[in-house]
């Protein structure tokens, strides 16, 4: 049974950091695309960044430069480090690893 619990959310001001982990049980993160999306109250689930099963990062354009995602294959976790917060990066994140997602964890930045 494949697992993804996600960490690391909170409440910060903008211009703030936080790192986000997943870590998986029943799956190898290092064989498989990992991807975080969040969701915005009211708003479509969207992708923000990916690492393939190579390591190869990929990131949507409003937070390049700002996230960086990174693999730990030893801890078998996956994380999302944002620099520079702005309010408009407030949502839930989610971890993926087609099909599995996790139970996300909530990013709030206040202006």
């Known amino acids: 049974q494949v697992q993804l619990v996600e960490s690391g959310g909170g409440l910060v001001q903008a211009g703030g950091s936080l790192r986000l982990s997943c870590t998986a049980s029943g799956i190898i993160f290092s064989a498989n695309y990992v991807g975080w999306y969040r969701q915005a109250p009211d708003k479509q689930r969207e992708w923000v960044a990916s690492l393939t099963s190579s390591g190869v990062p990929n990131y949507r354009d409003s937070v390049k430069g700002r996230f960086t995602i990174s693999r730990d294959n030893a801890k078998n976790t996956v994380y999302l480090q944002m620099n520079s917060l702005k309010p408009e990066d407030t949502a839930v994140y989610y971890c993926?690893?087609?099909?599995?997602w996790g139970q996300g964890t909530q990013v709030t930045v206040s202006s």
């Open positions: 993926n690893t087609q099909p599995h």
